[in-house]
């Protein structure tokens, strides 16, 4: 089992900027790919950024530019720094990651979310 653990969100004005952080614990040897996900009210969560072992990255058309995900392998933590917030960008952002055992089977786990607010 893997538990993830999301801090760093919080209110801010349009234009300002967030650093998300999410830690794994638990079996964490075997996490190949993690990634941030955010759902607005009434709206489908959807992919936000996502980072692999080799720190190689994929973004959101939405965010590309503004956002930067990164993690630290040793520490176990990814981390996702939000710049020129928009009011647009108001969501719950949830961590995730894919575990990939030896043997091939994948499991996803997720975090509870924290919640990122953007004021016009």
């Known amino acids: 089992q893997v538990q993830l653990v999301e801090s760093g969100g919080g209110l801010v004005q349009a234009g300002g900027s967030l650093r998300l952080s999410c830690a794994a614990s638990?079996?964490?040897?075997?996490?190949?790919?993690m990634g941030w996900y955010r759902q607005a009210p009434g709206k489908q969560r959807e992919l936000v950024a996502t980072?692999?072992?080799?720190?190689?990255?994929n973004y959101a058309d939405s965010v590309k530019g503004r956002f930067t995900i990164s993690r630290d392998n040793a520490k176990n933590t990814v981390y996702l720094e939000m710049n020129s917030l928009k009011p647009e960008d108001t969501a719950v952002y949830y961590c995730k990651a894919e575990r990939v055992l030896v043997y091939g089977s994948i499991y996803n786990y997720w975090g509870q979310g924290t919640q990122v607010t953007v004021s016009s």
């Open positions: 980072i692999d072992s080799a720190r190689s990255s």
């Open positions: 638990g079996s964490i040897f075997s996490i190949a790919v």
